[in-house]
């Protein structure tokens, strides 16, 4: 079964510091990987995939990388405003036809001003 | 991308009764799914709604206690039956797009049960 750790489950930086999220799968047969913020009390807004054949997607100031035979991915946010205080969940769909996706527990960011 | 919405966004009901939650995407998806969660929790998957067809529920959920209709492409219902103040939670709809496997949240419906 697989199961997704997000490390750290907090973390608070001051404006303007870039930042690594972490995200560990035990399963490294995945078909992609994909990371969602959420703000509190609202949906999941998707920022980015990585398909299984991909090592990095960049959006912005944003960079998501996968290295699947480890089972990690990190989300790198450069320059981090306090816009991007929300909580970060990384997310593993598995192959076949199923193709569910399994989440983290995620990680809560705080950026103080 | 597609845009999802739901209704009601929250609601607050009275133990035993049911509340169906609806959800319609703006654009033709592929699979679409239900998932609940939990205060400070992260997401877990209730079931993949499948067009026409039952709904393929993930182990600990049943059809009586959530019973899902997807009549077609873009709408699908979820109906919470019997609650209790376990089931306090916020369900989300989701659909995943046949062109890039991104997939989509609806903005939720939080629930309370009294």
């Known amino acids: 079964k697989q199961e997704v750790t997000q490390i750290p489950a907090a973390l608070s930086v001051p404006e303007g510091e870039n930042l690594v999220l972490n995200c560990s799968f035990t399963d490294s047969a995945i078909y992609n990987l994909q990371w969602f913020r959420q703000d509190p009390g609202k949906g999941l807004t998707s920022l980015l995939l990585?398909?299984?054949?991909?090592r990095e997607q960049t959006s912005g100031r944003l960079n998501a990388s996968l290295d699947k035979s480890s089972g990690r991915s990190t989300l790198y946010i450069a320059a981090s405003q306090p816009g991007d205080s929300a909580t970060y969940l990384c997310?593993?769909?598995?192959?076949?036809?199923?193709?569910?996706?399994?989440f983290g527990s995620g990680t809560q960011l705080t950026v103080l001003p | 991308s597609a845009v999802i919405s739901q209704k009601p966004s929250r609601d607050i009901c009275q133990r035993g009764t049911s509340l169906t939650i609806q959800c319609q995407v703006d654009s033709q998806v592929t699979m679409m799914f239900w998932y609940r969660q939990q205060p400070g929790q992260s997401l877990t998957l209730i079931a993949t709604a499948n067009q026409g067809s039952e709904a393929t529920y993930e182990s600990g959920f049943v059809i009586d206690k959530f019973p899902i209709s997807r009549p077609n492409l873009t709408f699908s219902t979820l109906t919470v039956s019997n609650m209790s103040p376990e089931d306090s939670s916020i369900y989300l709809c989701s659909g995943m797009s046949p062109y890039t496997d991104t997939q989509y949240f609806g903005p939720g419906t939080r629930l309370t049960v009294l």
């Open positions: 990585i398909q299984s054949s991909q």
């Open positions: 997310a593993v769909r598995r192959p076949g036809s199923a193709r569910q996706l399994t």
